[in-house]
């Protein structure tokens, strides 16, 4: 089973700022990478897969990189509404797996 | 529009069963894939089990295999995942969830989920 890890668990940004938040594969998934974004109390939404395409009607200011093991997701200036948790998910081999997520927090 | 509609969740005792049904409207749902991914209260995402468009490829996650059992109906336009000889840490909110046209395996549809308890 390939293991996701996101760090940090935790990021603290002010409004308007830029979040960079990392994933790392314990084996390589070529480009199959996907992020979402949870709120609480709410189900996770798609934001990115194939590590860099936006799913349909996500803003510009969410991007993702990397290939390989290594990537990253930045949300170039927060806004109110991006404060929540996000998860990575491989797909390039079942079980598909997800990361421990990180927490994007008002600072 | 696109949605997906959990039922079935409850409390169970350890070693129960329980069904849950998935209903879907806004697409052809035979053409997708369709999944079941579980989170435990507090805690991230497990894909639990998915089956493709067509029912002839499923496959399960270790922590359920043998236990739990994906179907769908294409023509009545359900999915439903029959879970048996549960366990605690089977505890969690189910999603349904849609896997885009194509088969790629990520989801770009969720329910809102139904929570499942399994204590005594």
């Known amino acids: 089973e390939i293991v996701m890890t996101q760090s940090p668990a935790t990021l603290s940004v002010s409004p308007g700022e830029r979040a960079t938040l990392s994933c790392r594969a314990s084996q390589r998934v070529s480009s199959n990478l996907a992020w979402y974004q949870q709120k609480p109390g709410q189900s996770p939404r798609l934001l990115i897969y194939g590590a860099s395409t936006r799913a349909t009607g996500i803003p510009a200011r969410f991007s993702g990189r990397g290939s390989g093991a290594e990537f990253t997701l930045t949300i170039s200036s927060l806004q109110s509404e991006d404060f929540a948790v996000y998860y990575c998910q491989q797909y390039d081999n079942w079980p598909f797996t997800f990361g421990g997520g990180t927490k994007v927090e008002i600072k | 529009q696109v949605q997906l509609v959990e039922s079935g969740g409850g409390l169970v005792k350890p070693g129960g069963s329980l069904r849950l049904s998935c209903e879907a409207s806004g697409f052809i749902f035979s053409d997708y894939y369709m999944n079941w991914i579980r989170q435990a209260p507090g805690k991230g995402l497990e894909w639990v089990t998915y089956?493709?468009?067509?029912?002839?490829?499923?496959y399960y996650a270790d922590s359920v295999k043998g236990r739990f059992t994906i179907s769908r109906d294409n023509a009545k336009i359900s999915l439903s995942l029959q879970m048996n000889s549960l366990r605690a840490e089977d505890t969690a909110v189910y999603y349904c969830?849609?896997?885009?046209?194509?088969?790629?395996?990520?989801?770009?549809?969720w329910g809102q989920g139904t929570l499942v308890t399994v204590s005594s």
């Open positions: 089956v493709s468009n067509s029912g002839d490829s499923i």
């Open positions: 969830a849609r896997s885009p046209f194509g088969g790629s395996p990520i989801v770009d549809f």
